[in-house]
């Protein structure tokens, strides 16, 4: 079993940066493609970015494409969410998810990822 622990979430001003940590407790080189996906209350959770198992390639959801950067540091059992000019509409509760190493490529598919961390909130007010 993997644990996730995510971290740096917090209530900031639109235009404002954040930059949220996931940290695994196995090497993250044993891992596959990671990814972050975002909850909104009311909503489905739904993908916002992924990197694949040897950190070359990366996915982006149309919404936070140019603003956000998803990266990935194995040597540290992390990944990494730099998002910048937020928007009202990034409020919501941020997970970090892991694939096993089968999970070569980046997915933006749920049901493809079998780790997942508690959340951390994001609130961005206008």
Do not use: H
């Not at 971290?7 to 900031?12: A, D, L, T």
């Not at 140019?66 to 509409?89: A, D, H």
Request: aromatic share 10%; glycine share 10%; charged share 20%.
């Amino acid at each position: 079993q993997v644990q996730l622990v995510e971290s740096g979430g917090g209530s900031v001003q639109a235009g404002d940066s954040l930059k949220l940590s996931c940290v695994a407790s196995r090497r993250t080189y044993s891992l596959g493609a990671m990814g972050w996906f975002r909850q909104a209350p009311g909503k489905e959770r739904e993908f916002v970015a992924s990197i694949d198992r040897s950190t070359i390639s990366t996915t982006y959801a149309d919404s936070v494409k140019g603003r956000f950067t998803i990266s990935r540091r194995n040597t540290w059992n992390t990944v990494y969410l730099q998002m910048n000019s937020l928007k009202p509409e990034d409020t919501a509760v941020y997970y970090c998810a892991a694939g096993r190493g089968e999970l070569e490529e980046t997915s933006e598919n749920t049901l493809d990822y079998d780790y997942w961390g508690q959340g951390t909130q994001v609130t961005v007010s206008s």
